[in-house]
């Protein structure tokens, strides 16, 4: 089977070198605890090993012969640009890996559709102007699903795609979705990919959940990772739990691991430490 590299080298050596081609993983994380970091070091990994091999081989070494690096790397986000996301990522990593992997990385603005029927003012979240014949009338609208749909059929066949956030969907302005669509639309995705072969990675803040709308999103995924803190004495760490995971899980548990330990470092999310059952 296929694997393609999530870019954080511990991980990827655990399980083989990587995520089963085809799937859809979601990201669940508390604020703050590595999900988002997660997910801007697998872009800009991934983005970078071609970009800057060198570059690549130094801060994750070689890649095993049998995973397939994925030739291209989408990002869509519904509320944030390109520009923003590129300064977030310098927060989250050496700024010579994202200089170097960021045009490796295309980005997919839906701003325009999320946020048209919203109170969040036009000006704000698009370059063009307004023209008479589209006032009140909506234009030529596209639909946040129509969009996403659109985006991710043409782009995500064999490729790293990342969803930026999900829980964004769930909140969305006017009637396009509703929060029972969700679900169904990740499970949607979840069979296309097995189609695509590539992997998408789908990220939500798991506070922004309840516990049933976050496990419907964990079963309409093939897998689930959760990013917490944890407080022990004085001091807080950030860990990591493969909740489960189709073709993954087994392996970790074959090797007694319960929990990672991860932390924040220049090639951003990475893990320190691996908790096993004593």
Do not use: C
């Not at 050596?13 to 997660?38: K, N, Y």
């Not at 801060?59 to 990002?75: A, K, M, T």
């Not at 407080?231 to 970790?252: C, E």
């Not at 929990?259 to 893990?271: C, N, S, V």
């Amino acid at each position: 089977m296929d694997r393609i590299p999530f870019g954080i080298r511990r991980l990827d050596t655990t399980i083989d070198g990587g995520a089963p081609a085809g799937s859809v993983v979601l990201l669940s994380g508390e604020a703050g605890a590595g999900a988002r970091e997660f997910v801007y070091t697998t872009a800009l990994m991934n983005g970078l090993v071609e970009r800057d091999p060198e570059l690549f081989e130094l801060y994750y070494g070689s890649l095993p012969e049998d995973v397939r690096v994925p030739p291209e790397v989408h990002y869509l986000s519904f509320t944030a640009e390109k520009r923003q996301l590129r300064s977030e990522m310098t927060l989250a990593m050496d700024e010579e890996i994202v200089d170097a992997a960021i045009d490796g990385v295309t980005f997919h603005d839906l701003s325009a559709e999320y946020f048209h029927l919203s109170p969040v003012p036009r000006a704000w979240y698009t370059e063009r102007a307004n023209l008479i014949s589209e006032l009140g009338t909506g234009g030529d609208r596209k639909s946040v699903p129509a969009a996403l749909g659109d985006t991710l059929t043409e782009h995500a066949p064999g490729n790293l795609v990342i969803l930026d956030s999900i829980a964004d969907l769930i909140d969305s302005p006017g009637d396009d979705l509703t929060g029972e669509d969700v679900p169904v639309l990740l499970k949607g995705i979840s069979r296309a990919a097995a189609e695509w072969g590539g992997m998408v990675l789908v990220h939500v803040n798991r506070e922004s959940l309840d516990e049933q709308r976050h496990g419907q999103l964990v079963d309409a995924a093939d897998g689930t990772l959760l990013f917490e803190w944890e407080s022990g004495g004085s001091a807080r760490g950030r860990t990591m739990v493969v909740k489960q995971f189709r073709g993954v899980l087994s392996r970790i548990e074959a090797e007694d691991i319960v929990r990672f330990e991860t932390e924040i470092g220049d090639a951003g999310f990475d893990i320190s430490d691996v908790r096993k059952i004593r």
